[in-house]
């Protein structure tokens, strides 16, 4: 199936390249929800499509199963998820509550350790995976003080009349958007702000632990400050690896060790760097040496450092390499960047600063 009511697929232009089968549908489903699945099995052999969009504190997701298919995760509550079928139905069973779920309702999954999920009569699902730190951010901030609890919210949401439906409505018009050549959602800032006020409207309109506190006036999806680091929204894995490249990045980062060290398929975490990134696991581990041997060249005494030196300490091996790299990210030959007096000098920028 690759239409929808004649149209296209939500998310069409998303849709991530997967193995066939159980494989396939357990990594597809670990980047659109951040779950864990810890079994995955179906009735026919399994052919998931599955797409997945992220801009900045939320992945926008869609799964078509391809069959009957049951799947158990390990949740991760570092994100909230909203589950809203397109077509057939879902069994939700979260810690003794079985909820079946059908188009015109969701799902919220704030507070479980622990999921069941049996798909049944050809379901597809819209996905949404928000960041439990980024919406408690924007909670605080419409409360007017940080949480003392956890945001827990109430699993059932009808989007099919009421508030739920304007809420859903603007969710949906989102996902539209992105199928259309040319439309306004594919600029960078205009994403960011939308995606914002679908996540302010869920505050306002469904209810939480914090519905009470929550203010309904000023303009909705514009926050005073930004809650958080925003590499909080990365996969936990991803942010491990960046941890260990950051603090060694002279060390033997190949992407198969990098994997095996966080405990992710090597193909899931190049994924994940192309997708939070936008470069390959090899361009960030270059990067981040390109930086460090520029801040050296720049905090070097006169006399005390050499251009081989300093590519050698941060891992660089062939000079020619190196130098062409360097030129290109700094715009000048690293011989010209050690020879500048100090006052000549910039202030270097960390490799969490610059473009990667």
């Given at each position: 199936m690759n239409t929808e009511k004649n149209?296209?697929?939500?998310?069409?232009?998303?849709?991530?390249?997967?193995?066939?089968?159980?494989?396939?549908?357990?990594?597809?489903?670990r980047h659109v929800l951040g779950w864990e699945p810890r079994h995955v099995s179906g009735g026919a052999p399994l052919e998931p499509s599955i797409h997945r969009r992220t801009i900045r504190d939320a992945v926008f997701?869609?799964?078509?199963?391809?069959?009957?298919?049951?799947?158990?995760?390990?949740?991760?509550?570092?994100?909230?998820?909203?589950?809203?079928?397109?077509?057939?139905?879902?069994v939700i069973s979260i810690e003794g509550e079985h909820l079946?779920?059908?188009?015109?309702?969701?799902?919220?999954?704030?507070?479980?350790?622990?999921?069941?999920?049996?798909?049944?009569?050809?379901?597809?699902?819209?996905?949404?995976?928000?960041?439990?730190?980024?919406?408690?951010?924007?909670?605080?901030e419409m409360t007017g003080e940080p949480l003392e609890q956890p945001l827990r919210f109430e699993?059932?949401?009808?989007?099919?009349?009421?508030?739920?439906?304007?809420?859903?409505?603007?969710?949906?018009?989102?996902?539209?958007?992105?199928?259309?050549?040319?439309?306004?959602?594919?600029?960078?800032?205009?994403?960011?702000?939308?995606?914002?006020?679908?996540?302010?409207?869920?505050?306002?309109?469904?209810?939480?632990?914090?519905s009470?506190?929550?203010?309904?006036?000023?303009?909705?999806?514009?926050?005073?400050?930004?809650?958080?680091?925003?590499?909080?929204?990365?996969?936990?894995?991803?942010?491990?690896?960046?941890?260990?490249?950051?603090?060694?990045?002279?060390?033997?980062?190949?992407?198969p060790l990098l994997a095996q060290r966080v405990s992710i398929g090597e193909r899931s975490l190049q994924m994940s760097f192309k997708e939070y990134l936008g470069v390959s696991p090899t361009t960030f581990i270059r990067n981040t040496r390109l930086d460090r041997v520029h801040e050296t060249l720049l905090g070097s005494v006169k006399g005390e450092m050499t251009v081989e030196k300093a590519f050698r300490r941060w891992g660089f091996r062939h000079q020619g390499h190196f130098t062409n790299h360097y030129t290109a990210r700094f715009g000048e030959h690293p011989r010209i960047t050690l020879s500048r007096q100090p006052s000549e000098r910039p202030q270097a920028q960390s490799d969490r600063s610059r473009q990667v």
């Open positions: 149209g296209p697929l939500p998310l069409a232009r998303f849709r991530l390249s997967l193995p066939a089968g159980a494989e396939g549908m357990r990594e597809g489903l997701g869609y799964v078509e199963f391809g069959g009957d298919t049951d799947v158990t995760f390990a949740v991760d509550r570092s994100s909230i998820v909203v589950l809203a079928p397109l077509s057939g139905i879902a079946n779920v059908t188009p015109g309702a969701a799902v919220l999954i704030s507070d479980a350790g622990e999921l069941s999920m049996r798909c049944r009569d050809k379901c597809r699902m819209l996905t949404l995976r928000i960041e439990r730190a980024v919406l408690e951010g924007l909670a605080g699993r059932r949401l009808r989007i099919d009349r009421g508030h739920g439906q304007s809420w859903y409505e603007r969710w949906r018009m989102m996902v539209d958007e992105f199928g259309r050549e040319g439309a306004l959602v594919h600029e960078q800032w205009y994403s960011e702000q939308s995606e914002r006020q679908v996540l302010t409207l869920l505050l306002q309109v469904h209810r939480h632990n914090y009470g506190s929550i203010t309904r006036s000023g303009p909705a999806g514009v926050p005073t400050q930004r809650p958080r680091d925003p590499e909080l929204a990365y996969p936990p894995y991803l942010r491990e690896a960046l941890r260990l490249i950051r603090e060694q990045p002279q060390e033997d980062h190949a992407t």
